[in-house]
């Protein structure tokens, strides 16, 4: 018996209850019916955040991040490719530092790039500086477990 999972919708954020046997079934939203998994990184902002952050059940991978950063820019693309490597097991999202000050003085982000994971809520753990796919992919399975 596989357990009722709550997905939030990427494009309308719609919760969706799903088992979690499905995830891997390519799962639409019951709302939009688009994907609920992309494997792209979702582009997060102050009226999607708490949402995405609450309300899934699997774990949130977030990118805080700003143009101007060189290191950041660097990162983007290997951000981009641990979507396709952790989708649908950890959602990730990318927030922009500068368009959103309130979010990153809200978890104190110092320094860019800082990678923090959420669950239920909650920040798991983070990192700061540039990673590559490889990386952010170890770092967050050997944070998560799994």
């Known amino acids: 018996m596989s357990e009722l999972l709550h997905v939030v919708c990427p494009y309308c954020s719609a919760t ?30 102050s009226s999607n955040f708490e949402k995405q952050v609450s309300r899934n059940d699997i774990p949130l991978l977030v990118d805080f ?3 101007w950063c060189g290191p950041c820019k660097m990162m983007a693309p290997a951000f981009e490719q641990a979507a396709k490597l952790l989708e649908p097991d950890v959602r990730l999202g ?12 809200r978890y104190n982000i110092r320094s860019i790039p800082t990678l923090i994971v959420f669950k239920n809520g909650r920040e798991l753990t983070r990192q700061s500086g540039a990673m590559n796919a490889g990386d952010i992919v170890r770092w967050v399975k050997g944070s998560m477990h799994f």
């Open 94 to 105: 990318k927030l922009n530092t500068e368009a959103e000050s309130a979010l990153s003085a």
């Open 65 to 67: 991040w700003a143009e």
């Open 16 to 45: 969706n209850r799903l088992p979690s046997n499905r995830l891997r079934q390519g799962p639409k939203c019951g709302q939009c019916h688009t994907l609920l998994f992309n494997g792209h990184p979702l582009e997060l902002n």
